[in-house]
Each structure stands twice: as structure tokens, then as C-alpha cells.
């Protein structure tokens, strides 16, 4: 009688079929993994530019740059000490950076829905849980410099809160803000082998003036008003300044600091119009950059200049620009 059984032959070529299914199968798999693995990794990408983004780090030089001022005037210290303080001031500026966007989340959903917030890249009550997180291990840092540093630092949390509770309701906010860039002054400056002294006084007055007159441009229209002109006249002011302190031994570091500075603020503004309209936004970036020229021009007019201070705010400048590429100033 034949053997109708299957086929060895054709038995070897179905289990050989099957194989070769499952082996497809594995590697499809694989490819969805992979395709998962790539989308998580981007997603973590995009989340991260988030963070930079809600801090905008790319102005965080420009803290460096007065911590550096401040810490010359007073006249320097412990470098152990001078880096805990970048350290505890850089945390409050991100630290009041993502407050800002936590109390400007309904604005923003109206007029900027690409921030990080109404874009959902991050949840808002996860924007104040990483504020609180900022602003503790910043003032912890600052705190063990000493008890000045950390009233100061007090102080300057105090009118961080402040300015993010009313900048969008009142024109408070203007010196408010300016009032945080002093703060920073103040907090180096009271952790200083001398202290603080009309040096950083001076220096903190001066910033303040640089400081309200961005935000004041800032807050104005896309063209020139009343408003832009005292704007431009309060960034001017600190050069003035300058002279003042520098006669006078008026010298060719005062010299070189003012018209290095002049002629940025001067790119900044030709920069900026089109159409002979003043158009603020494209000024903002560059002019927050320049804060680390009004802490060079400062330096040299109290001669405290030299070249390792002068290339560090350089570079500080630099790196504010750079950032500015791939971060937005504001």
C-alpha cells in the first residue's frame, strides 16, 4: 500500500516558509521599535529645547557678565565662593524665567501659542514644581556665602516674584525689572573681600538704567513713540555714566569701552528698521547681549580693567549672541 503522507520534500519547504515568516515578522518588529526608540529620543529632544526655552538661557551669559562685574568691584574673593554664586544666580534667573511663564500662561495662549506652555511641550503646574526646585537650590548656594548675600538674595527673590505678579498689569514692572539686575549686584557684591561700596552702587544704578530702558522698548509698539525715545535715552544713560565715574582719569579703556558699546547699540538700531519704522523686537536680542558691554565699560571707568576680565565679558558677549541663534533672548 503507497505512504500518502506528506511529502518530506515539501515538508522541509513549509517548516523553511514558516521560518522565514517569523524571521520577517522579528525584523518588522525591530523596525517599529526602533521607529519608537527614534520618536521617544526626539521627543526628549524637543522637551529639553522646551526647558531652554521657558529659562532663556541664551541671556544667561549676560548674569555671568555682572556677577563678574560685581565680584571685581568688591574686590574679588574665594573662587570657591565667586562660582556658588554663578551657580545660586543662574538657578533664580531660570527660576524667574519659568515663572514668568507660569503667571503669562493666559496671555500666551492668546498672543504667543508657541511658548512652551500653550503648546503643550510642558504642563504648567511642571513649570512651577521646577520654579520652587530653581529658586532653592539657587538661594541654598548663594546662602552659605554669607548671611548678606543671602538677604540680598532674599530681596531679589522677593522682586522676582513681584515683577511676574504685575508687569502685565502695570508699568511697575518696568523698574521692577531692573531692579532684579541690581539685585544681582548687591547679591555678589555683599559676598566681596571689600563688600559693597559706591562702586557697585554705581554699577547697580547704571544697570538699572540699561535694564528699564529694554524693557521699556520692549513693551512699545513696532514703531518710534514717545515711549521708544525714553527707552533709547535710558540705554544711552549708562554710558554717560561712565564718563562721570572715569574723569578725571579719563583713559583709553574708558574710551574704548564707550565706543565699543555706542557702536553696538548703533548696529542694534539700524538693525532693527525697516520702512523708517523702529521694529523693538529685532532690538531686544542684541541689546540684552549688550549688557555685558555695559559691564566692560563699567569695569574700565572704576579702572578695574584688565585683559583676562575684558576677555571674559567679551566672551561672555559672544556666547549670549551664539545662544541667541538657537534660543530666543525673550
Known amino acids: 500500500m503507497r505512504n500518502r503522507g506528506i511529502n518530506p520534500l515539501l515538508q522541509v519547504d513549509a517548516n523553511s516558509s514558516r521560518g522565514y515568516k517569523n524571521k520577517t515578522y522579528l525584523h518588522g518588529q525591530e523596525k517599529v521599535l526602533a521607529r519608537r526608540r527614534i520618536a521617544l529620543w526626539l521627543g526628549s529632544m524637543i522637551k529639553g529645547r522646551a526647558l531652554l526655552v521657558l529659562g532663556r538661557v541664551s541671556n544667561l551669559s549676560t548674569v555671568w557678565s555682572n556677577c563678574l562685574c560685581a565680584w571685581i568691584l ?3 574673593g574665594s573662587n570657591a565662593v565667586f562660582a556658588s554664586l554663578l551657580v545660586g544666580l543662574s538657578f533664580l ?5 519659568y515663572l514668568n511663564d507660569y503667571c503669562d500662561a ?4 492668546k498672543f504667543r501659542p508657541e511658548r512652551p506652555i500653550p503648546s503643550g511641550q ?6 512651577m514644581t521646577l520654579t520652587l526646585l530653581f529658586f532653592v537650590v ?14 540680598y538674595a ?17 508699568k511697575l514692572g518696568v523698574p521692577l525689572m531692573g531692579a532684579c539686575r541690581t539685585g544681582v549686584y548687591l547679591v555678589v557684591g555683599a559676598a566681596g573681600v571689600q563688600g559693597l561700596g559706591a562702586s557697585i552702587y554705581w554699577a547697580g544704578g547704571l544697570m538699572f538704567l540699561y535694564v528699564i530702558g529694554i524693557t521699556s522698548l520692549a513693551r512699545t509698539e513696532s514703531n518710534l513713540e514717545a515711549n521708544s525715545f525714553a527707552g533709547l535715552a535710558m540705554i544711552v544713560s549708562p554710558l554717560v555714566g561712565a564718563v562721570y565715574l572715569a574723569s578725571p582719569e579719563f583713559d583709553a579703556t574708558v574710551g574704548g569701552g564707550i565706543l565699543l558699546a555706542v557702536a553696538w547699540m548703533l548696529w ?3 538693525r532693527a528698521r525697516a520702512g523708517g519704522k523702529l521694529i523693538v523686537g ?11 558691554l555695559i559691564d566692560l565699560t563699567i569695569i574700565a571707568a572704576e579702572h578695574k580693567f584688565s585683559l583676562t576680565v575684558g576677555g571674559s565679558l567679551m566672551a561672555f558677549f559672544v556666547i549670549a549672541l551664539i545662544a541667541q541663534r538657537r534660543i530666543p533672548a525673550t
Open 106 to 109: 493666559g496671555f500666551d495662549r
Open 268 to 270: 542694534a538700531f539700524f
Open 74 to 76: 568688591s574686590g574679588g
Open 154 to 170: 532674599i530681596v531679589l527673590l522677593g522682586l522676582i516674584f513681584a515683577y511676574n505678579l504685575v508687569h502685565k498689569k502695570t
Open 282 to 292: 529685532k532690538m531686544i536680542g542684541p541689546l540684552l547681549a549688550g549688557i555685558c
Open 122 to 127: 510642558i504642563q504648567q503646574k511642571t513649570v
Open 93 to 97: 534667573y531660570v527660576g524667574g524665567m
Open 138 to 151: 539657587g538661594f541654598a548656594a548663594i546662602a552659605w556665602t554669607g548671611l548678606h548675600s543671602a538677604l
